[in-house]
């Protein structure tokens, strides 16, 4: 089983993909854009906001009280 890993950085990119770091340094892509149809990420769907995007906590997080936990991060991307 592979241990949680937290995010240690994120790019966010104009095609709504997270260009993700791991804190074990693998890089990893991560598309939003089946999220962005769901609570809350729909609101994501202005790119000034998605484009936002930062880590704390080790997950990625946007303005307004909006995050995605490093697990389903992890799992849903693919490596770079």
């Not at 890089?27 to 939003?32: N, Q, S």
């Not at 704390?56 to 909006?66: A, L």
Request: proline share 9%; charged share 25%.
């Amino acid at each position: 089983m592979q241990p949680l890993l937290d995010v240690i950085s994120v790019v966010p990119q104009a095609d709504c993909t997270l260009l993700l770091t791991f804190e074990n340094n693998e890089r990893r892509i991560f598309d939003m854009v089946p999220y962005l149809e769901k609570k809350p990420f729909c609101r994501l769907k202005k790119l000034p906001l998605f484009m936002k995007a930062s880590v704390e906590n080790g997950t990625v997080v946007w303005p307004g009280n909006i995050d995605i936990d490093p697990e389903t991060l992890w799992h849903c991307s693919r490596a770079v």
